[in-house]
């Protein structure tokens, strides 16, 4: 079983902002060159879940356009986190103090109030071993955070307490990255 992750296409904001759980459109052009590039790439009937931000939405909604035989599902589990109060500033407002609150304890610190890691870990999971019982391809459109925390699913790593632990990688915007699934 092949699970495609699929980042949404660059959002309609400056680069450098916190953005998480904002619902932030996405660059149309981007959006659709995003669309075309996957709408090669994945196979037949294939299950889509898309998280209910805007700017995945959209993607999926492309996606959906150009490829009939697909329809999708959005779950609220793959949104990305939500940053509280630091929502829609840029990541060089943020007080260093709270940045260094956050790395302390990774796993619960709730950076901005709203949601830890540790939160985000178990809703991805929720959905990761949903797909991976299935048995069945399938394709999440969702955030660099998500994906960040599937990755560790992949690896069998369902707590991540420290910061240095927490992939620094991602696909870039409007990009994919392919995990084979064992159920």
């Known amino acids: 079983m092949m699970l495609w992750l699929v980042r949404h296409a660059q959002v309609l904001l400056p680069r450098g902002v916190c953005y998480g759980a904002s619902d932030v459109a996405s660059q149309a052009p981007a959006t659709l060159a995003a669309a075309q590039a996957l709408a090669a790439e994945l196979p037949a009937g294939l299950a889509l879940l898309s998280s209910p931000r805007k700017r995945c939405e959209q993607l999926a909604q492309a996606l959906v356009q150009l490829r009939p035989d697909l329809s999708y599902q959005t779950s609220a589990h793959l949104a990305e986190m939500d940053f509280g109060c630091w929502e829609g500033q840029p990541w060089?407002?943020?007080?260093?103090?709270?940045?260094?609150?956050?790395?302390?304890?990774?796993?619960?610190?709730?950076?901005?109030?709203?949601?830890?890691?540790?939160?985000?870990?178990?809703?991805?999971?929720?959905?990761?071993?949903?797909?991976?019982?299935?048995?069945?391809?399938?394709?999440?459109?969702?955030?660099?955070?998500?994906?960040?925390?599937?990755?560790?699913?992949?690896?069998?790593?369902?707590?991540?307490?420290?910061?240095?632990?927490?992939?620094?990688?991602?696909?870039?915007?409007?990009?994919w990255l392919k995990l084979k699934l064992s159920p």
């Not at 939160?119 to 999971?125: L, P, S």
């Not at 955030?143 to 960040?148: E, F, L, Y």
């Not at 990755?151 to 992939?167: C, K, S």
């Open 92 to 175: 060089s407002a943020i007080p260093k103090s709270a940045v260094d609150a956050w790395v302390t304890d990774f796993g619960s610190h709730r950076f901005g109030g709203r949601e830890s890691v540790t939160e985000v870990m178990q809703r991805v999971a929720l959905v990761f071993d949903a797909s991976r019982r299935q048995n069945q391809d399938a394709a999440w459109i969702t955030h660099a955070g998500v994906i960040r925390a599937a990755t560790l699913l992949h690896q069998g790593i369902r707590l991540v307490n420290r910061a240095e632990n927490w992939p620094k990688k991602a696909p870039a915007c409007g990009q």
